[in-house]
Structure formats: structure tokens, C-alpha cells
């Protein structure tokens, strides 16, 4: 499983923090790439980051008849909804995949407290496992960000005690109507519940995809975490 982005493949060990971003269903790592350029528009200190793109592996996808295409996971239920059926031993290799990931990056002198997880649709579901679930090799991460995903291996999740302290970032779209927008509030009240301590709930009217405010707001989120500014979005929000 190989990762793509320019800045990633830098040898220098001199960017003070990462961000690692995996894709969602049918997608490559060109589709979210555009992050490396977008988010330095709002926060220019984020152009100094490594910026580390995943690609999936290609899989069969049940829904879809068996097709092969890029997906972390296999997707038995459409729409998501929640307590969607788990395709276990893909989602995890996705964490071992995110966590591979986070071994280069601290092999190249990043501080995993400035490394930040996360993606869109299965991407934000194999980044909440990676940032949460005891499979995790590497708790503690500085930061998840979850665009439109969803909350996975319910039953058996319990936070480790480093990663409660790992703040969150989940965006979501109000009509979302593939990944329910009810994901959202069950994933992250249930979080809190297993004592994350800090998430950042964030709604927008769109479906399943992405909006400008909403690239606003996590590189916010991300500038803070890394460079430990303070924005006035640090505070969990449950508004409009």
C-alpha cells in the first residue's frame, strides 16, 4: 500500500507536523490531495507540514455487485446507516495501513503529538479507528479529523488511555444521504462516552461531499493542534 505526496517524500526531518488524509470509496489519493494547497490558504504555517495521501487497496465491494474498485473496506448496507454490517479484518489493516504511515513519519523526527489522522467517508471511518480503537499501535496522536465518516467496530471499541486526550474534528452534511448524517451524533456522543474528551462537531447544508467553510474549519483545527494556536473554534460546537 503506497502513499502519495510530494511533501511526504521529503527527507527532511525539518516540518513540524503531518497530516495524514486517506480517501474514500473509488477514489485516489488525487481526489483530497488538493488539502496540501487549500489549507494553506487559510492557515499559510500549514504549507510546512508533510502531507501524506494513502492509497487503498483495490477490493471487491458487495454492493456494488462485487465490482473491484479502491476501498479500504467492504460495504455490505446502502445507505450507511447506523449499525451498518463491519467488514473487520479490512478495517483493520486500514489501521495498520494509517499506522505504517505514522512509524515513517516519526522515523523522520515529526513528534506523533503533531501528527494528525483522519479522512473522508471510509477514510474518516479507518481514521477514527486508527486514532481510537486498542488495535492502534500508536495512540496518542496529536489530532482525527473525520469528513462525512462514520463510527466502526462499535461493540468492541474502548479508547486506550493516551488516545482520550486526542482531539476531534467531524464535519458532516445535514443531507448526507449515503453516510447518514446520524452518524455523526451516535459516533460522537459514543466517543465521549468511552472518555474522548475534546470533539469538535461541525454541520453543513451539503450532502455527501465537502464545503468551503468546511476546509475553513479544519484547517483551523489543524493549525491549532500543530502549532498550538488558539481560534475561537477550539470549543466543541453543536450549531449551524
Known sequence: MSSSSTTASTSSN???GALIFLHGLGDTPAGWSSLEFQLPQVKPRLANLH??????????????????????FDLFDWPIEVGCTDDRPNKLKGVDA?????DKLVAQ?????KIVIGGFSQGGAIGLLAAYHPHGRNPGVGGCVALS?????????KVPEEAKATPLFWGHGLYDDKV?????????????ELGVQEIDRRQYPMGHSSDPDEI???AE??????FGASDDGKKKSDEL
Open 14 to 16: 525539518n516540518k513540524p
Open 51 to 72: 502531507y501524506v495521501f494513502p492509497h487503498a487497496p483495490t477490493l471487491p465491494i458487495s454492493i456494488n455487485g462485487g465490482m473491484q474498485m479502491p476501498s479500504w
Open 98 to 102: 494509517v499506522h505504517a504511515e505514522i
Open 109 to 113: 523526527g515529526v513528534d506523533k503529538s
Open 149 to 157: 465518516g462514520w463510527l466502526t467496530l462499535v461493540d468492541e471499541l
Open 180 to 192: 447518514l448524517f446520524e452518524h455523526q451524533n451516535f459516533g460522537t456522543q459514543k466517543l465521549e
Open 216 to 218: 475553513v474549519a479544519l
Open 221 to 226: 483545527f489543524l493549525d491549532r493542534i500543530i
